[in-house]
């Protein structure tokens, strides 16, 4: 299946890759082309412009020579200083219009011209303020033959006839400056439109290629789902055959405890009960005749008695008596008592009389006998608190300790106790869970459902005397 899928998540990757650098192309192609029209539109505007400023200071200095020229011949005809002005005006703006000419048409072919306007200008003004120097002195005669001379007027013809030809050929550079800037605006049109033409070609192309992407996506998809779903069924159906499994082993692991439990009952029970019944008859007919051997036979029947108590409590540990004949409640708490007399630690029970079957007895009174045991071994604890009720037709066990705690993801291989508890309570119907954290003890919390107990036979019993050590199941 992944073999299958390699060659199309290279395709697609490599689809990926040509869009990605196409759309990159693209993109630099519009930007590029948009970059040179506004640079070529630019620079046409910024030369525009400097050629607008030229025409305007040449139209500003025949206005300035004008209006000067004029304010004089109203000074002369009225003799009033506000006539004035204008001549003020052009000795105070004629120097700068003067040099920012000069310095527009500096190294071009226009320079000479520039430069003899610009002297005949100042010529110009000069004369017209000698003009006003002569007539406020009085020296009439003077400023009368300055006027009727033709000097001032070649002077300010010379300026119009400059600033005529400058106008014109500025007026000509400014149209071509216009057509510049349109072909640059055309030109970037026309590539734009061509570049988003092929753009959108390209986009059409690569839609086409990644709807059969998408496509064969979805079948591989599809494909992936069966593949899960078939992967799934397999998982469940082992996990329900390990189940089984798992409630096999116990089933037979419980059984062969009560068939060893059994046999240690009936044959090493026989025998324990007959050696201590023959030491007892031996000791009454050598009580008084030998002393020595009394002792010594005393001393063999309280061997005897220990044995016949180890049998006893490895058969309890087998297969719990008190949990047949009692039933859980009873069990539960024997076994909590012996444990807290073996281990010095405080039991807190609270304990409800609940009805379940026999699996489910085994399985929370196994569960309680595990959870001590890693108690006693792991938990350095102080109190363990066992509780047992029933709640919306489920069985609930819970097992809490004050102990160290311990990190439940941590936990190693080969701790099996409660992983095998797990897959019985599982078994059942149940569930168990795990809860703890450094420092803050531990929570086994089993839940199993609730059943309704089934009628069990009453085991048979075998009953000898009191001095041999009591009933014997």
Excluded at 11 to 29: D, E, K, M, P, Q
Excluded at 67 to 87: H, K, N, S, V
Excluded at 90 to 98: F, I, Q
Excluded at 176 to 185: G, H, I, M, N, W
């Amino acid at each position: 299946m992944l073999r299958h899928l390699d060659p199309w998540l290279e395709g697609a990757s490599r689809n990926r890759g040509l869009a990605v650098g196409f759309a990159t192309l693209a993109a630099a192609a519009v930007m590029g082309v948009s970059e040179a029209a506004y640079w070529g539109a630019d620079e046409a505007l910024r030369v525009s412009q400097a050629r607008h400023i030229a025409r305007n200071d040449g139209l500003r200095l025949r206005e300035l020579l004008t209006d000067a020229e004029t304010a004089q011949r109203g000074y002369l005809l009225t003799g009033r200083d506000d006539y004035l002005a204008p001549i003020q005006l052009a000795e105070r703006e004629l120097p700068s219009v003067l040099a920012r000419l000069r310095g527009q048409y500096a190294s071009s072919e226009w320079e000479a011209l520039v430069a003899d306007a610009s002297r005949r200008a100042s010529e110009k003004l000069s004369e017209l303020q000698l003009v006003v120097k002569l007539y406020r002195e009085g020296q009439d005669t003077a400023w009368q033959g300055l006027v009727e001379s033709d000097i001032g007027r070649e002077k300010m013809q010379a300026v119009r006839d400059a600033v005529a030809q400058l106008d014109q050929h500025e007026l000509v550079q400014i149209a071509s400056e216009r057509d510049a800037v349109f072909r640059s605006l055309t030109y970037g049109r026309i590539g734009t439109h061509g570049l988003t033409l092929l753009s959108l070609f390209g986009l059409a192309i690569f839609l086409r290629r990644n709807e059969a992407l998408h496509r064969a996506r979805r079948e591989h998809a599809q494909e992936l789902a069966l593949e899960r779903d078939r992967l799934d069924g397999e998982v469940a159906r082992r996990t329900a055959e390990l189940t089984e499994l798992a409630h096999h082993l116990q089933t037979v692991r419980e059984d062969e405890r009560a068939h060893l439990a059994r046999e240690l009952h009936d044959e090493l029970g026989a025998l324990l009960t007959a050696a201590k019944l023959d030491v007892a008859r031996i000791r009454r007919m050598t009580r008084t005749n030998a002393p020595e051997i009394d002792e010594r036979l005393r001393h063999m029947s309280e061997l005897l008695d220990q044995g016949i108590a180890l049998k006893r409590r490895i058969i309890e540990d087998l297969r719990p008596s008190a949990l047949s004949n009692l039933g859980l409640i009873p069990a539960l708490e024997i076994l909590t008592q012996e444990f807290a007399q073996r281990s010095g630690l405080q039991l807190s029970l609270e304990l409800v009389d609940v009805p379940t079957n026999e699996a489910g007895r085994l399985a929370l009174y196994r569960l309680v006998q595990e959870a001590l045991t890693n108690v006693l071994r792991h938990a350095k604890a102080k109190h363990v608190r066992v509780s047992l009720n029933e709640a919306d037709d489920w069985l609930q066990l819970h097992i809490r300790d004050d102990g160290q705690g311990f990190n439940p993801e941590a936990v190693g291989a080969g701790h099996h106790g409660l992983l095998g508890m797990r897959y019985r309570i599982e078994s059942l119907g149940g569930t168990l869970q795990l809860l703890s954290a450094a420092g803050r003890g531990t929570l086994v919390l089993a839940r199993l459902p609730r059943t309704e107990p089934e009628p069990e036979p009453e085991p048979p019993s075998v009953t000898i005397p009191g001095d041999l050590g009591g009933p014997i199941r």
